[in-house]
């Protein structure tokens, strides 16, 4: 066959034809073949935990100097005292979420007693410095909990109350429990005595509560050794106590693969004062904190269980909460969210 200026028309034999969808065939066969077995162990095995993006607050034109007035007036107020500063700095290493790899620098560090410390996450995926030897260990966050630290931020100063010279302090992250370290409590240092009477953000005296700039507004209580065993803890965050739930919140399989159910149920209806039991039955860790993303400026300021490890439970008691809707997320992977209905 040809055209009018009888050049050849190449057409594709039914040979070739059958051979192309072959090979298309066979090729999505073994995709399929592969893919199938493992499709499970895929989907409980989620990519690294996303970087969670806080933006600051975009400050109008004008406003400067009115912000700066007011600080100088609330300094003069509180006689110029200042947010003490950091005595000791840790790093959180790059590719320390990598098993294996070098975590904390230094791994094993002599503290001041009563002096702060800040942890400076210089990893690409948010971490953690919570005391304790792991999420089974039951004083696990006890002594200090920084709370999520995103990439490339630092913790709030955290102080170690309630400890005394010579003090070993293990503690790991709760989003790699792999990553650990090790404090060891000296003689105090200068400036301690100051240090020691201030109430630091930070200071996680309040089982789970940590010290991240998310939490900075989480009221930390100044205690001894003697009293550190009766430390009181923040309404709406904890472990699991013996009070029986009036609810059960679970976080399900495969929650952290965006597009799947996050919580079960995604709607729950409690009244004030019930304490809602929150099981994770994820191969990951996870959280329940109120808000409607890490942008909220009330984030985990009502209510938020901390870490809530694999296989592991925690608790929301709903005491001091007025009747109404609170959004809530899960600050590891903020795409996972539900609504607690208070009555």
Known sequence: MTTHDESPIIRTTKKRLAQGLAIVVITLAVGAGIAVPFWNQMAQTPPPVSTLVIESPVTPEG????????????????????????????????????????????????????????????????????????????????????????AGEESSPVQLTGVEEGDEIPYYCQVHPYMTSTLTVGPAGAGAASNATSSTPGNASSTGVGGGADNASATSTTTTATTNSSTATTPGVGAPSATTAAATLKIPQGASVQGNPAYDPDSITVKVGDTIAVDNEDSTPHTVTNGKDATDPNMGKLFDTSIINAGDSGEIVTTDLQPGEYPFFCSVHPYMTGTMTVQ
């Open 63 to 150: 406003e400067d100097e009115i912000q700066e007035g007011t600080e100088e007036s609330q300094e003069g107020e509180t006689g110029g005292a200042a947010a003490p500063a950091a005595g000791t700095t840790i790093t959180i290493l790059a590719g320390s979420s990598v098993q294996g790899n070098p975590d904390y620098e230094p791994d094993e560090i002599d503290v001041p007693l009563n002096e702060n410390i800040v942890w400076i996450n210089e990893d690409t995926v948010p971490h953690t410095a919570t005391s304790g030897t792991g999420a089974e260990d039951p004083n696990s966050g006890k002594i200090f909990d920084t709370s999520i630290i995103n």
